[in-house]
């Protein structure tokens, strides 16, 4: 019943290139690009659509910036290890970026129950990328419960998104 | 913070005229809860607005009891006009009255507010009660709440919480970006103040044992901490320096105690400091989540929640953290023990067939009771008689949450007015 994350990358791809219409459609990329595009860095942002590597938007948009998890659980799935394989490299390229994992549970447990439930999940996501080769150091955790939610409804649909570790920049990123 | 001083203001009690009663005619059992409320005829007081003002606030504590029902003012067929002359307690029984509380407020030479209440058994012809109150004029809501108590206690043999303070937690906002301030009313929701901004998210506060300081989880800074805020001086501090998160703070009954949960590595136990030496004692040590602590009100024990079973369920530990051993085995997950204050029992939530209910069990798991039936009601508090909880009430789909009390019998369930949503209720001891 759960949005699987790479259908939700393609959207959120299709989603860009809607809206860039207007000025200069972005390659619909559902993968990281291969390697660095010519000039990253130089030419600085060319129009406000553009994704700029080793961004924060590139990280939420082309990497994939959210794994989910089951009910009550903190064990990472298949799928997700794959997300987080891509942010571990994303994260090698751009050794300069520091991450903080959020750990976020849905409305289904006690306040502070859910408090260190979303900190077991922000540290598994973490422990993952360590042993992927990313250094710990960069990588900060916090839990937000069930404060933060991304969905509102009572349903196991909105409970699968609000169950999800989400990685987002905290320092080193490229600006846009 | 200098109107939360205010509430250091003298209050003077003075027992004047007190009749012992020759019978215990008039009571009521706590116990039972609301069955058949007391018919109490209760007049405003002598001395025009003020008066008016101090009797409805009485009648309304006394209505939101349960236990009291305070007779339309309409149906009177006498008026007090000298609380010095016995009532014509013949005029009083026919139209049903038990009880009969007459009284007067008077603007004293030296510009302060005194007022002097009687409690009459009407059927005993006898005066129960005879006191009064002198305050600062704008503390008026504070001797009226202070006659509720009275007169609660007088009749039930229990004491009163009607002159206490409630923190909590105000919530403004859609759900996914909610805005949540720390803020304290008193217990019947007039005079809410609220203490922090909305800039930062804040959970969880509960009161010491004087009720001048809260401990509480914020978010300030991006560090989620466990915090005290000093009413007195309007002070925020962090407590310890931790590097991870802490959360879940809890008071020990003598206040010089914090017990709370530190994260360390995804892996969340109990630790309990020192507040003034700020030394740190870990109590448990389990791979598995351990939060929640509340004391036991002799001190010589905690309560907290663990899955270190499989589930979220509710164990009980000595205070220096030995003999860990679960006590909750009704059924479901279980979490959020508060002591009652009584120490008879132990409120809690439980969590069972998709929806949350407030609990009350035996410190030793025993007799557990379900007294709520929301879709999501959690983390109970104990007024300081231990007779009546309040926990947070969320509703289905986002809509935010509300404060309700119940009695512990399971009787008597209503929502608590606040200042908009509101969560994370914690009720104040009574202020001395």
Request: some cysteine.
């Amino acid at each position: 019943m759960r949005f699987p994350t790479d259908l939700k990358l393609v959207v959120a791809a299709a989603i860009v290139a809607l809206v860039g219409c207007t000025t200069k459609p972005p390659p619909a990329t559902e993968a990281p690009p291969a390697g660095p595009p010519p000039g990253a860095g130089e030419t600085g942002p060319v129009t406000e659509s553009n994704i700029i590597p080793g961004s924060a938007e590139d990280l939420r948009v082309n990497v994939g910036d959210t794994v989910h998890f089951e009910y009550d659980r903190y064990q990472l799935r298949d799928e997700d290890r794959n997300v987080l394989q891509r942010q571990a490299g994303w994260l090698q390229k751009y050794p300069q970026v520091r991450v903080t994992v959020e750990g976020h549970c849905d409305e289904r447990g006690t306040r502070e129950y859910n408090l260190a439930l979303g900190a077991r999940r922000a540290n598994a996501v973490k422990e993952y990328l360590v042993s992927l080769g990313v250094s710990s150091g960069r990588v900060d955790t916090i839990s937000y419960g069930k404060e933060r939610p991304v969905c509102t409804q009572s349903s196991e649909d909105c409970w699968a998104q609000n169950r999800r570790g989400v990685t987002t920049v905290t320092s080193g990123a490229a600006s846009s | 913070m200098n109107r939360i001083a205010l509430i250091c203001a003298a209050l003077l009690a003075a027992v004047f005229a007190y009749v012992p009663p020759v019978s215990a005619a008039l009571h009521v059992d706590v116990t039972q809860g609301n069955i058949q409320p007391m018919p109490i005829a209760i007049p405003d007081f002598i001395g025009g607005r003020q008066g008016a003002q101090i009797a409805g606030v009485i009648r309304a504590d006394l209505d939101r009891s349960g236990l009291f029902r305070t007779l339309d003012p309409k149906s009177f067929l006498d008026q007090i006009k000298d609380i010095n002359t016995p009532p014509q307690f013949a005029n009083w029984r026919v139209i049903n009255a038990q009880g009969l509380v007459t009284g007067q407020a008077v603007a004293q030479a030296d510009g302060r507010l005194r007022a002097d209440f009687r409690l009459w058994d009407v059927y005993g012809e006898s005066q129960m009660l005879g006191l009064e109150f002198t305050a600062t004029p704008e503390n008026w809501r504070r001797i009226a709440h202070m006659i509720s108590d009275k007169i609660y206690e007088r009749i039930t043999g229990e004491k009163g919480y009607f002159d206490t303070r409630i923190v909590f937690v105000s919530e403004t906002g859609p759900a996914t970006k909610r805005v949540k301030r720390l803020a304290v009313m008193d217990e019947d929701g007039a005079n809410p103040i609220f203490l922090t901004n909305g800039s930062y998210l804040v959970l969880t506060p509960r009161f010491n044992p004087t009720a001048q300081m809260i401990a509480y989880m914020s978010y300030a800074g991006g560090r989620p901490r466990v915090y005290l805020f000093d009413l007195e001086s309007g002070r925020q501090e962090m407590l310890g320096n931790f590097p991870n998160m802490t959360f879940s703070p809890r008071f020990s009954p003598d206040g010089n105690k914090v017990v709370m949960t530190l994260e360390k590595g995804g892996n969340s136990d109990i630790y309990v400091m020192d507040v003034r030496t700020r030394g740190v004692t870990r109590l448990t040590s389990d791979p598995a989540i351990d939060t929640g602590g509340s004391y036991s009100p002799d001190s010589s024990q905690i309560a907290f929640e663990s899955d270190r079973g499989g589930s979220q369920q509710i164990y009980v530990m000595n205070a220096d953290g030995s003999n860990a051993h679960r006590v909750s085995f009704g059924g479901g997950k279980n979490g959020t023990p508060v002591w009652s204050p009584r120490g008879d029992m132990i409120a809690f939530t439980k969590q069972a067939s998709g929806a949350f209910h407030i609990g009350v069990m035996r410190p030793d798991g025993s007799r557990e009771r379900i007294i709520t039936d929301g879709w999501e009601d959690e983390g109970p508090t104990w007024a300081p008689n231990g007779r009546v909880l309040m926990f947070t009430r969320t509703e289905r789909g986002g809509r935010g949450s509300q404060i309700w009390s119940v009695d512990v019998t399971g009787r008597n369930e209503r929502r608590v007015q606040s200042p908009g949503s509101a969560s994370d209720p914690a009720w104040s001891p009574l202020i001395q």
